[in-house]
Nanobody, 125 residues
Framework: VQLQASGGGPVQAGGSLRLSCAYS????????VAWFRQVPENEREFVAA????????DYADSLKGRFTISRDTAKNTVYLQMNSLNSEDTAVYYC???????????????????WGQGTLVTVSS
């Protein structure tokens, strides 16, 4: 599976941005797509995940209410809508996918087999 993340860029604090993750083939099994983010010298941080077949979602507790993950299976794309952005949201955002994960593993970056290249989000105050 190939993943292509896009939609990053500069945004002012309080603004919104929508990231896209296009995946290369039809879903199968327990296909899950997730977003992680990373700032230099830190580990990748879980943001959100979605099961492509059922649409079940999971979020990092600190981001609930501001970020929304969704999918369009007809377009083979997963979205991350980010609202009320602040400087702490500045990071490279990566999308990842796997077809074997149980829900308790969705937030574990080490569990994902496929990764996109990342897209940079810069929030300025």
């Amino acid at each position: 599976v190939q993943l292509q993340a896009s939609g990053g860029g500069p945004v002012q604090a309080g603004g919104s941005l929508r990231l896209s993750c296009a995946y290369s083939r039809r879903t199968f099994g327990r296909m899950v797509v997730a977003w992680f983010r990373q700032v230099p010298e830190n580990e990748r941080e879980f943001v959100a995940a979605i099961n492509l077949s059922g649409g079940n979602t999971d979020y990092a507790d600190s981001l609930k209410g501001r970020f929304t993950i969704s999918r369009d299976t007809a377009k083979n794309t997963v979205y991350l809508q980010m609202n009320s952005l602040n400087s702490e949201d500045t990071a490279v955002y990566y999308c990842a996918a796997d077809s074997t994960l149980i829900r308790s593993s969705w937030s574990n970056s080490m569990a994902y087999d496929w990764w996109g290249q990342g897209t940079l989000v810069t929030v300025s105050s």
